[in-house]
């Protein structure tokens, strides 16, 4: 239902990115059909902190172009590992 991988450029040192299996082109495209993918993302990605020796994180998502999606493909960023201020990343 979903791979989750490291970043290629890690802007945390935590850095995994979590993609469902399904082509989703980005938050927008999301509804009743397919959103048990994003819930299901969701569910795991406290497992997956808490694997990777964290419990506090940032999730994050581009949606489009203008917000810095380069890829067009849902994915959510799990960012921890430092302490992170209130900006946006």
């Keep these: 239902m ?3 991988f490291k ?3 890690p802007q945390a040192p935590v850095h995994i990115l979590a993609v ?3 082509h989703i082109d980005c938050a927008n495209d999301i509804n009743a059909e397919n959103s048990k993918y994003v819930a299901h993302i969701f569910e795991k990605l406290p497992q997956i902190a808490k694997s990777q ?3 506090s994180y940032r999730i994050i998502n581009n949606c489009g172009a203008d917000a810095g999606q380069t890829v067009m493909h849902l994915h959510f960023h799990l960012l921890g590992g ?3 201020e209130e900006g946006l990343l």
């Design 7 to 9: 970043d290629l450029n």
């Design 82 to 84: 430092v302490q992170m």
């Design 53 to 55: 020796g964290i419990e």
């Design 20 to 22: 469902p299996k399904l």
């Design 2 to 4: 979903m791979l989750a």
